[in-house]
């Protein structure tokens, strides 16, 4: 009898396990089981928040383009459980955060943009009228299960701007503006110069 793991062929080896925020469960499993996660993740594993990323930065010319944008990690945790004592109403809670590199509607020069979201949602069928959820904001399911990671990621767009700027910078200004300060700039030693260039 041939057991299991005994082949000549060298050491078992388990096949590599996929990423539990990527698998769809219904938020009662998620809540049942009170499954709670470390995130540590790529920007490019979020599929809409990376491409409104790359729409953003496309206006940026191609050298002037953040060479490591793409490498942007998402970290955070997330915890499953329920709000109520029946345990009839699975919620999330948790933090996530990311900076990403963006344009600045301003002076529409590169910068870094801190995205930080704080997820409070109990879950329910859409259209559904959720009694009692505290400070809970109220997660309308479209499916019957769900991605962790589709989660994480609607608190994130949730939490961008409506427009990027940068923040007590006073070199930040629209580029009419900076072109007007250029043109207008006073420069007190230029007349100077001329003065002495006449005497001479």
């Known amino acids: 009898m041939r057991r299991f793991d005994s082949s000549p062929g060298g050491p078992y080896h388990a096949p590599a396990m996929g990423n539990p925020l990527q698998h769809r469960r219904t938020p009662l499993e998620l809540a049942a089981s009170s499954q709670a996660f470390e995130i540590y993740e790529k920007l490019r594993n979020f599929e809409r928040l990376f491409a409104i990323v790359e729409a953003d930065l496309s206006a940026l010319d191609p050298d002037r383009l953040p060479a490591a944008w793409q490498g942007a990690s998402v970290q955070g945790e997330l915890s499953f459980g329920?709000?109520?004592a029946q345990r009839s109403l699975p919620a999330?809670?948790?933090?996530?955060a990311v900076t990403i590199d963006a344009v600045c509607q301003r002076c529409l020069?590169?910068?870094?943009?801190?995205?930080?979201?704080e997820?409070?949602?109990v879950f329910a069928a859409a259209g559904a009228v959720v009694a009692s959820g505290g400070d809970y904001e109220v997660w309308d399911l479209e499916e019957e299960t769900l991605r962790p990671l589709d989660v994480v990621e609607e608190a994130l767009i949730m939490a961008m701007p409506?427009?990027?700027l940068h923040v007590d910078d006073p070199?930040?200004?629209?580029p009419e503006a900076q072109a007007a300060e250029a043109g207008?700039?006073?420069?007190p030693f230029a007349s100077l110069k001329a003065q002495l260039d006449k005497e001479n």
């Open 82 to 84: 329920f709000v109520d």
């Open 92 to 96: 999330v809670a948790g933090v996530v």
């Open 109 to 117: 020069e590169p910068m870094q943009l801190p995205l930080q979201a």
């Open 119 to 121: 997820l409070q949602y």
């Open 162 to 164: 409506l427009a990027a």
């Open 171 to 174: 070199s930040c200004q629209a």
């Open 184 to 187: 207008g700039r006073v420069r």
